[in-house]
T-cell receptor, first 112, second 113 residues
Framework: QKEVEQNSGPLSVPEGAIASLNCTYS??????FFWYRQYSGKSPELIMF????GDKEDGRFTAQLNKASQYVSLLIRDSQPSDSATYLC????????????FGKGTTLSVSS | ETGVTQSPTHLIKTRGQQVTLRCSSQ?????VSWYQQALGQGPQFIFQ???????GRGNFPPRFSGLQFPNYSSELNVNALELDDSALYLC????????????FGPGTRLLVL
């Protein structure tokens, strides 16, 4: 059973701090990794994807991938109250087209 | 906005009934995936359609079925509804089956009483 694990939180950080969200996955053959943000009552919104080991930066967001450790993380710099949401980590399930396997999500709360 | 639309936005059904949910994919996207998200959980993959054919299926019983039409819009049908089917149903579209980035619609919230 392919799994994606996330700490459900809540993760609480003050405004302006760095929020670090972590995710581990069980399938060593996984190649593609995604971070989605989901506000309460809304659908998931794509933040970033990463395919290669190392870091990928997009504005205040940095995704980090370590395939040897089967670990992917998302850093949010200069956290804002508007970043308060649930962050979902997802991995492609290659055996079913391009289906995504999601973790349960980590709830982030940024206090002003 | 992702350009993916779903209808209806909310729905209330009773146990044993049947329901059809609809999804229109983003223009130029020929692959549609359906997910079920229970409260407090991550989305779970139901199935995927590519050019009107089922292209993969998750661990859901046969009473969950789907269709994709020539314009790439899609339907999710659920028969013999159970209380545990209460969830947010999400449709996501992808430019092609080889592309991996999926864009989600707003979802349909189904409540089964």
């Amino acid at each position: 059973q392919k799994e994606v694990e996330q700490n459900s939180g809540p993760l609480s950080v003050p405004e302006g701090a760095i929020a670090s969200l972590n995710c581990t996955y069980s399938d060593r053959g996984s190649q593609s990794f995604f971070w989605y943000r989901q506000y309460s009552g809304k659908s998931p919104e794509l933040i970033m994807f990463i395919y290669s080991n190392g870091d990928k930066e997009d504005g205040r967001f940095t995704a980090q991938l370590n395939k040897a450790s089967q670990y992917v993380s998302l850093l949010i710099r200069d956290s804002q109250p508007s970043d308060s949401a649930t962050y979902l980590c997802a991995v492609i399930l290659n055996q079913a087209g391009t289906a995504l396997i999601f973790g349960k999500g980590t709830t982030l709360s940024v206090s002003s | 906005e992702t350009g993916v639309t779903q209808s209806p936005t909310h729905l209330i059904k009773t146990r044993g009934q049947q329901v059809t949910l609809r999804c229109s994919s983003q223009s130029g996207h020929n692959t549609v995936s359906w997910y079920q998200q229970a409260l407090g959980q991550g989305p779970q993959f139901i199935f995927q359609y590519y050019r009107e054919e089922e292209n993969g299926r998750g661990n859901f019983p046969p009473r969950f079925s789907g269709l994709q039409f020539p314009n790439y819009s899609s339907e999710l049908n659920v028969n013999a509804l159970e209380l545990d089917d209460s969830a947010l149903y999400l449709c996501a579209s992808t430019r092609s089956s080889g592309e991996e980035t999926q864009y989600f619609g707003p979802g349909t919230r189904l409540l089964v009483l």
